[in-house]
């Protein structure tokens, strides 16, 4: 197992029952994971939603008016800080719960697992990863790989 960031706080928020939904231990695990090497301090808040505020924070901030699986948000530092000071506040992550259920079903895919992958890519996407360009896509999916088979998971895009 991966050591992980050397401070690593990570808050986690259920806004609907848990059934189903993994613990806070995991989604810990694998943003250690997905951020090991990568960072050395790092705070962020992880907040599991219903379809009703995906899509409403989907259509907020996004323009798009559907639930979506993870959004993510990096943190912007308050100006004025002093030229070198760093914060450790990464940002925060959404998943929806029932997208990510859906999903999981229809891409034949076991549901931890499909958690897991979605903490990873919404945590690479708050140290600023993207896949907009196919290199970049590449790159990220390149690398969500081999996160997750540290973590003794199957490959995401293996049936795609």
């Not at 891409?107 to 990873?120: G, N, S």
């Amino acid at each position: 197992m991966t050591q992980g960031p050397v401070h690593l706080e990570v808050a986690v928020g259920y806004a609907l029952p848990r059934k189903g939904v993994p613990a806070a231990v995991s989604f810990r695990k694998w943003v250690a994971a997905a951020l090991e090497g990568r960072i050395r301090e790092a705070d962020l808040a992880i907040r599991i939603v219903g379809a009703r505020e995906g899509r409403s924070l989907n259509q907020h901030y996004r323009g798009k008016d559907y639930a979506t699986n993870v959004l993510s948000f990096p943190a912007e530092l308050p100006e004025g800080l002093p030229k070198g000071v760093k914060l450790p506040l990464l940002g925060d992550l959404v998943l929806c719960a029932p997208v990510v259920a859906r999903e999981a079903k229809e891409q034949d895919k076991d549901l931890r697992a499909h958690y897991a992958h979605l903490t990873v890519h919404g945590c690479l996407h708050l140290l600023g990863w993207d896949h907009e360009e196919p290199r970049e896509a590449e790159a990220m999916e390149g690398l969500e790989r081999v996160i997750l088979a540290g973590l003794g998971l199957p490959d995401p895009y293996q049936d795609e």
